[in-house]
């Protein structure tokens, strides 16, 4: 009884103090509700504190953010193209440098299984109209472009050709082929001619939505296809990284329906089915729709941009922790105010430039287990599909008028990087090396390779942001000293042993740090840093102390 009153209490004590806030000062609170609730307007503000007070009545995810996650810490810049729809080159060419220069440094371009071998098993050449030509050639156009201005690609293999496909599957242009060999002899095909340009590809997308999957999902056969495709794909490349199909977010238990089977049972379907072995990347969607993307509102029956954090935790229940998630497609619909259908919500391009930066910068601050975010899309090559509503996603016009969210997007890309709370690897895209660094693979380091200084010219420095900052040494025999210099102060020692983790800043303020770390003696190995955001003291004092003397008055009377 009393532990009840206790809750009641500090419910009512956390929301009159909302309320009471939100009158005395409404921009300021404004602003912070809507950084809790993802929510503009005021009523809608009080009813997403109602509900994320709910948060307390139930477990959060357990997303074991101090696990060293591999492909986590990359440039996260990524964007979603359709090149291969642009019958002029110049037009590719023209898309592919604004996106370079917006700050973008992946593109996700689809390389269509029905679109390059395209009339029977074995035939790459295009016969579709004359002259003839190779199938591979816009293609090899589309990588060569991606080199030119410094873009990495994410391939998205998917889509079976009319042959490959049964006679009952022939209107299902995204229907799994009859023969899932024959798809894994497509992916070989690709990854062999391109190996060494492409390093990342994804195979098929939204597998457990009815529409992508021959009408109706199925977990066991989507990891069948998914087995075959990573195994060709590693006998084309090794080195090549496989990213699973994206996941869609829905709430939805039929297969058979168009919106699928909701996407927490069907991804633990997948584990189900042993697609743990098949892939290094994990995929999913991360659309806002209705809601901004600091909704910090967790139901699993909400669609919000706070999803990942149960696809983390599925993923950490199975053993795979170490995988990161990478988002294939995130955005807000900016349809006009007049536009019928707004099925997946609708926000101003003002709104939208906004909700897309705070999508990146919540990614990078909050969920060190997410890599690439893939804003969706750049442009189409037409507007013939001005009267959809997933048209109203583009950057772009096809005229290649620019909408607000590029600029939005191109200052915060082109801002320094910085490295968040979380246990980062030595290759964190934040990092910079100067002297003569070398990457040595150890089974016994995290993950299975660090970065080796070779004397006291070699330096690294990155910024921070956090209270405290620990560097992961890596295995090898050995012991030296290291000078840090933290916020241009004077250079501290710290002695470190190999394997060991060596503390290098503790307690600061809550801010941006710029830390330089030099070897004075011995050979550094560096096999990540772990970075903590720790409230203050005295704030952890402050409410320990109200909770007591609020919890003693209730015993008292009671």
Partial sequence: MVWRKLAVALLLVAL??????LFLRPKPLSDLLFHWTGETDTLPQVRGVFQLLTNWTRPQPVTADLVSVAHAGVNPFGINTFLEQEVEPAKRERQVQLISEAGFRWIRQAFPWEDIEIHGKGDFEDRRWQPYHSAWDKYDHIVDLAGQYDLQIIALLKGSPLWARTDQETRWTDAPPADYEDFGDYVYAVVSRYRGRIHYYQ??????????????ANAEEYVRLLRIGYQRAKEADPDCVILSGALAATIELDPHSPYG????????QMYNAGAADSFDILSIQGYGLWSAAYDRRMRPRVLNFSRPLYVREIMVRNGDAAKPIWISEMNWSAVPADFPDKRYGYVTPEQQARNVVEAYQRAQAEWPWVGVVNYWFFKRATDAEKNQAWYYFRMAEPDF???PVYYAVKEYANQPPVMYPGYHQEDHWAIEYEGHWETREDSAAVLGSYR????????????????????QVGPGVGQGT??????????????WRAGERVELARRLGDGPHQVMIRTAEGQLSVDGFIVRREPYWWFKWTVGLAVVGLAGWLIRRG
């Avoid at 290291?482 to 002695?495: I, K, N, S």
């Fill in 16 to 21: 009159l103090g909302a309320l009471t806030l």
């Fill in 261 to 268: 089977i909701n996407d927490f049972i069907f991804l633990q």
């Fill in 203 to 216: 195979l098929w997308n939204e597998p457990n939505l009815g529409d992508e999957w021959g009408g109706v």
């Fill in 401 to 403: 008028t620019l909408m």
């Fill in 482 to 495: 290291l000078l840090v210099t933290l916020d241009g102060r004077p250079p501290q020692e710290r002695r």
């Fill in 452 to 471: 080796l200084g070779q004397d006291g010219t070699d330096t690294l420095s990155f910024t921070f942001h956090g209270t405290d900052l620990w560097l």
